[in-house]
T-cell receptor, first 114, second 114 residues
Framework: EPEVTQTPSHQVTQMGQEVILRCVPI?????FYWYRQILGQKVEFLVS????????KSEIFDDQFSVERPDGSNFTLKIRSTKLEDSAMYFC????????????FGPGTRLTVT | AQSVSQHNHHVILSEAASLELGCNYS??????LFWYVQYPGQHLQLLLKYFSGDPLVKGIKGFEAEFIKSKFSFNLRKPSVQWSDTAEYFCAVNDGPGGNKLVFGAGTILRVKS
């Protein structure tokens, strides 16, 4: 069964550094998402992406964040200048295209900013 | 904006006990409702979902949930839990057929004692 994959599984970076989190969504899916979960808190929506552009973003997704689908398979989240409060588990998700359909989640990347 | 409340953050049960996890959402329009589970060290997996029709939905591993529109609730149940059900459970709602993203509750950590 196809799955969403994410790399790396764990990323440690220093405050102020740029990080790129990578995701490979399920191949016939059309909608892509990033969510994050700060330790002990709820899973929060960051951004959705469809047809090569952002379709919706949350207040968290400020100018420090960007997303890209550089080729036909990868979907990346870039944080330009990381802050301590960016430490979290970042989940990528995708869905085929049925409105309101189920999201398939990746295993997550644990980002630790020191 | 839609919000989701999960009433218990930590639940501890003995094997064979019955389980009910509460979930309420705030917006009363057409909604799609989901329960996801995250086993230790694994990614979010769909347990069950409600889009329309029979308000009692059955999912994997013996779980079921009941949609009660008048109470804005979608509680998760299992008649007899097993040690392997130890996990974190998330209720989520999508804002109707055209809704683009899921909004998650804070999660309930279930520990089943063997």
């Amino acid at each position: 069964e196809p799955e969403v994959t994410q790399t790396p599984s764990h990323q440690v970076t220093q405050m102020g550094q740029e990080v790129i989190l990578r995701c490979v969504p399920i191949s016939n899916h059309l909608y892509f998402y990033w969510y994050r979960q700060i330790l002990g808190q709820k899973v929060e929506f960051l951004v959705s992406f469809y047809n090569n552009e952002i379709s919706e973003k949350s207040e968290i997704f400020d100018d420090q964040f960007s997303v890209e689908r550089p080729d036909g398979s990868n979907f990346t989240l870039k944080i330009r200048s990381t802050k301590l409060e960016d430490s979290a588990m970042y989940f990528c998700a995708s869905r085929r295209g049925t409105s309101g359909g189920t999201l398939d989640f990746g295993p997550g990347t644990r980002l630790t900013v020191t | 904006a839609q919000s989701v409340s999960q009433h218990n953050h930590h639940v501890i049960l003995s094997e064979a006990a019955s389980l009910e996890l509460g979930c309420n959402y705030s917006y009363g329009g057409t909604v799609n409702l989901f329960w996801y589970v995250q086993y230790p060290g694994q990614h979010l997996q769909l347990l069950l979902k409600y889009f329309s029709g029979d308000p009692l939905v059955k999912g994997i591993k013996g779980f079921e949930a009941e949609f009660i529109k008048s109470k804005f609730s979608f509680n998760l149940r299992k008649p007899s839990v097993q040690w392997s059900d130890t996990a974190e459970y998330f209720c989520a709602v999508n804002d109707g057929p055209g809704g683009n993203k899921l909004v998650f509750g804070a999660g309930t950590i279930l520990r089943v004692k063997s």
